[in-house]
């Protein structure tokens, strides 16, 4: 199971927010591509990297940092998110070198660009879907759809798409625990990798969804966490690769 660092990009700085707050803003870095570097250095497989000013507005706000970070680390895996809303943005984040481009909104609003988007980039698309009190948000987390987690992650599956990242955004940035019934219940229902987000808080965390890499999960988000270091980051890992079950393999 990988344990992914998130650097979330706020007017080109490294923060977290509160349930997706804007107001509740907490500043770990004004150099992003070094935060990036430092958890290369301490080991992480993979970085998950958001422009939450672009979730907000529907268009990229951060790119450039995005593109310093991504080219700074040309070996290590970098999923990238936040107002991805076109063919183009997803071009433009593949050709700066990320591995992996995630696609928020327009999953939940427009199903089939997620289905163009997985024939035109194969291998390369990931989902995510956040949930509030049971209902998918949109457009950086300021707006509530009809549609629930399960109600869009089965139909997606089968578009192709190559993980779902799923996010209770009641605990998120709370370190309030993660939600991990919720998490078996979306492994469960797919028949696509399960990324977990929201509420990572410690070594607890880390050993309940160890035991859901059997079911589908492939890793799980970090943010304020280690930021704040209720959870040691190079630990976790180590603990997440003691109890990988036999045959099992993260990458």
């Not at 990320?98 to 909104?105: D, E, L, N, S």
Request: a negative charge.
């Amino acid at each position: 199971m990988l344990i992914i660092p998130a650097i979330d990009l706020r007017k080109g700085r490294c923060v977290r927010l509160s349930q997706g707050d804007m107001q509740s803003e907490t500043v770990y870095s004004k150099d992003p591509v070094r935060m990036a570097r430092h958890w290369a250095a301490a080991g992480a497989r993979r970085l998950h990297v958001i422009d939450l000013d672009g979730a907000v507005h529907g268009t990229p706000k951060n790119a450039e940092v995005i593109h310093a970070i991504v080219e700074s680390l040309p070996e290590l895996p970098v999923q990238v998110g936040g107002g991805v809303r076109s063919a183009e943005i997803i071009q433009a984040y593949l050709e700066a070198g990320a591995h992996y481009v995630i696609i928020g909104t327009r999953a939940v609003t427009t199903p089939h660009f997620i289905t163009d988007a997985c024939v035109e980039f194969p291998g390369r698309i990931i989902v995510s879907l956040d949930s509030r009190d049971g209902r998918l948000a949109t457009e950086g987390w300021s707006k509530l759809s009809r549609h629930t987690v399960l109600d869009v992650a089965v139909q997606l599956a089968k578009e192709g798409v190559e993980a779902i990242i799923f996010t209770d955004i009641n605990r998120d940035g709370m370190l309030k625990r993660i939600n991990v019934e919720a998490t078996l219940e979306l492994c469960r229902s797919v028949h696509v990798p399960v990324v977990a987000a929201g509420g990572l808080t410690d070594l607890k965390d880390v050993k309940e969804l160890s035991a859901l890499v059997k079911e589908g999960l492939l890793g799980a988000v970090a943010g304020r966490s280690i930021y704040e270091k209720t959870l040691d980051f190079a630990a976790a890992q180590r603990l997440a690769d003691s109890l990988d079950p036999p045959g099992e393999a993260s990458a």
